[in-house]
């Protein structure tokens, strides 16, 4: 039945948004990014599990390559374009942010055959499969520690607080040893781009040469940059102000709106904590504070970037990050049905790509942005208040209308020329801006020969029985 109503409501869309459909500008990196977390996503090849203690936190827990491979089909359902694998080269620790040998896989996790399998599945399913890329630190027992040593400077902490050799990237042969083993992975693997782990001593030269590299063996790969300001890289800005604002009801999205919103947003990561962690502490449901913050993701302009358990959601009860095992046995169908719908709706909308934003009314606590193309205008309304809010629209073309693709429901213009869109309070509604198309006379008609029929059936009945009655 949930597979049917998802082939009814993927045609409804197509039927409102596909007319308008145009091929977005190359230039843009518009991706859903969904990151795993290798080793604790899902166990698919028990051959593997060299070393695993799922009951000590700090050792491996047997997630592997073909764990995520036999996932690829309910990713895909969320409309993920490109999924981000943390480190997979050789390290001290399941996490790889302390890398021991960067050309090889850890066997924890699998072969390069393996990787090879999981990006032409992944590319089956049109899909984009990009690598965690840790340059800036190393473990103690890299070889270059005792080899390179004059790559190496003073130790200090990584993306996850741990004290390690620091990587001396001004140094011309130390990038060119990372870009050629990016390009390693890509001749070897077919991966088609990075996700680069930086800090504030990394020259913006490696970053620009790295990006022409691997640009020139893949046109179309991509390179995130995480520590410094890039406009394909992490919004860590963004990030803080977002959980602030929806953890809880009450607090307006508009300071988002003050300025551009550049780079990757997401709300939690693995170097962060749960934000659904942040919302149980604030003594509220994550499930709808999580729809909120996922309509917002995926009908902002750029890319949206969600950590592996989204779908569930999970808290791991503190303010640390979360590397459990994902428990996506747990998901919960009203949030993963959202998801779903949101990832249609954004795949079917040249408005939600490509399109322009702006933010068009405030009422209380409920925000109203336009995202808009010459070819079509969609609304998103994001109601985070603690109760029914109203949102007057102007500007609006008469003989228009607003057709709700989250809640199914349309909004006409009233006789004061402006739009209502009503939202209960912590809900959210994307609409598409239509031609009006008046009363479904059609529908009706139907209905009143419907219920015409059953009224003279009635009758019929009645009669009959009156009949039988005077003739018994």
Same mark, same amino acid.
């Given at each position: 039945m949930q597979y049917i109503r998802k082939i009814v409501f993927i045609l409804f869309l197509l039927l409102c948004v596909a007319p308008s459909l145009t091929v977005m500008a190359d230039e843009e990196m518009e991706e859903r990014i969904y990151y795993i977390l290798v080793d604790r996503y899902v166990n698919g090849d028990n051959s593997n599990d060299i070393d695993i203690n799922i009951d000590d936190p700090s050792a491996y827990h047997g997630g592997d390559l073909q764990g995520i491979i036999d996932k690829l089909p309910t990713i895909s359902d969320l409309g993920i374009t490109t999924i981000n694998l943390s480190p997979i080269m050789t390290a001290d620790s399941y996490h790889g942010f302390d890398p021991l040998d960067h050309q090889t896989i850890d066997p924890q996790f699998g072969s390069v055959a393996d990787l090879q399998n999981l990006v032409n599945a992944a590319h089956e399913n049109d899909i984009k499969i990009i690598l965690d890329y840790a340059i800036s630190h190393v473990s103690a027992e890299h070889s270059l520690v005792s080899e390179q040593s004059g790559w190496i400077a003073e130790s200090s902490m990584n993306p996850l607080a741990e004290e390690l050799p620091t990587v001396d990237l001004n140094r011309e042969d130390v990038q060119q040893y990372f870009i050629e083993t990016a390009i390693y992975w890509m001749n070897n693997a077919e991966v088609d781009g990075f996700h680069v782990y930086v800090n504030e001593q990394t020259p913006r030269s490696f970053i620009d040469e790295l990006r022409q590299r691997i640009n020139a063996e893949k046109e179309d790969a991509l390179l995130i940059i995480d520590g410094a300001n890039d406009e394909n890289g992490m919004n860590p800005v963004f990030q803080t102000e977002i959980v602030d604002i929806l953890k809880q009801p009450g607090q307006s999205l508009e300071e988002l709106f003050s300025e551009n919103i550049p780079g990757v947003h997401y709300v939690e990561s693995a170097l962060t904590s749960r934000f659904a962690h942040e919302a149980v502490k604030e003594g509220y449901h994550p499930i709808t504070r999580w729809k909120l913050a996922v309509t917002l993701l995926y009908t902002l302009p750029g890319s949206t970037f969600l950590y592996q358990g989204v779908?569930?959601?999970? @808290?791991?009860?503190?303010? %640390?990050?979360?590397?459990? *095992?994902?428990?996506?046995?747990?998901?919960?169908? /009203?949030? $993963?049905?959202?998801?779903?719908?949101?990832?249609?709706?954004?795949?079917?909308?040249?408005?939600?790509?490509?399109? @322009?934003?702006?933010?068009? %009314?405030?009422?209380?606590? *409920?925000?109203?942005?336009?995202?808009?193309?010459? /070819?079509? $205008?969609?609304?998103?309304?994001?109601?985070?208040?603690?109760?029914?809010?109203?949102?007057?629209?102007?500007?609006? @073309?008469?003989?228009?209308?607003?057709?709700?693709?989250?809640?199914?429901?349309?909004?006409?213009?009233?006789?004061d020329g402006t739009y209502k869109v009503i939202l209960d309070r912590e809900t959210s509604n994307i609409f598409i801006l239509e031609e009006d198309s008046g009363f479904n006379w059609f529908f009706i008609s139907m209905?009143?020969?419907?219920?015409g029929g059953f009224v003279a059936f009635i009758i019929a009945v009645g009669v009959k029985n009156r009949q039988f009655k005077k003739q018994a």
């Open positions: 779908e569930v959601p999970m @808290d791991n009860g503190v303010d %640390e990050p979360d590397h459990r *095992m994902a428990e996506l046995n747990k998901e919960d169908d /009203e949030l $993963v049905h959202h998801l779903e719908k949101l990832a249609t709706i954004r795949k079917t909308s040249h408005a939600l790509a490509d399109g @322009d934003l702006e933010l068009i %009314e405030q009422s209380g606590a *409920m925000s109203v942005y336009k995202r808009s193309t010459p /070819e079509q $205008v969609m609304y998103v309304a994001i109601n985070n208040d603690t109760e029914t809010q109203v949102a007057s629209l102007v500007d609006i @073309d008469e003989n228009m209308q607003l057709r709700g693709l989250l809640e199914d429901n349309i909004v006409r213009q009233q006789r209905m009143v020969i419907i219920f």
